[in-house]
């Protein structure tokens, strides 16, 4: 049977990217999207999907809005540099036919593990506001989810967001500390690795010959988020970032793992800031705090092997 997952989703060129990938892959079943602000605002975050959805030719695929702010203060604002205005490149698609559940993000998640106990994988590839406002909805369902596969933070490696924070994290920080301090499985798929998942110009041109829908809107898409990583950093190509955790999914074997308490930094220069417990001794901030999966190396090429492979197969 497939893996039930929730991708939890501010769309995005890479979201974008990931939603695609999971939707190609025979493995899982997507019950559905929840959307966030990160990348673009909440309201723009769910036409997004639902306009993904539409392109995949899977509207039977339901989407939930999520919350429009942090736990604890507003959205500072999306990255139209990173993802363009409409966090598709600047193509501005038309809007999508469908339209969004009547329950929140939150409430959905809790339906649906509620009704599958044991068998859902959250898959949050965003800021973890909706994750977290579930389990204080309804702190069971860290005993009904399968895994928590989250796209976020850095334990070893510098910020993207900030020196110190990765920028879902760095979004809302406090969600983020109650989701890793949750009695729950939890792997964290952060930059310490989607920085060595790099598609090169060749892998990119690729996509020209797979001719499907979801192929081609990548290519469309791709173009202005590639300008921002070739002049932000010194490589060609682009980093696969919202991907990866799919790929994990997919195939741990892919990555390798270490277990540490996360705490997260919540103030100052250190905000979104993800801090592993790495030595012998647990020092009181993380006392008591369950040990998290922490993705520390992978497979780079592997891993964008199977993400073309699922594409081109569409």
Known sequence: MPR????DTDPGVDDTMAIFFALCSPELEVAGLTTIFGNVHTELATTNALRLLEIAGRTDIPVAAGAADALTGPFEGPVPFVHGADGQGDINLPEPAGTALDISAAQFIVEQLRAHPGEITLAPIG?????????RLEPRITEWVDEVVLMGGN???????SPAGEANIRNDPEAADLVFGADWPVTMVGLDVTLRVQMTPADIAEYERHGNPMSDHILHILPHYRRYFEASYDSKGIFVHDSSAIAYILDPSLFTLRRWPIRVGVQGLGRGKTWPATGGHILPPWEGRPAV???????GERAVALMQQRLREA
Do not use: M, R, S, Y
Request: net charge negative.
């Open 155 to 161: 334990a070893l490696a510098p910020g993207n967001a």
């Open 4 to 7: 039930k997952i929730i991708i």
């Open 127 to 135: 800021p973890l506001t909706n994750i977290a406002l579930a389990l």
């Open 293 to 299: 999966n922490v993705c520390v190396d992978v497979e």
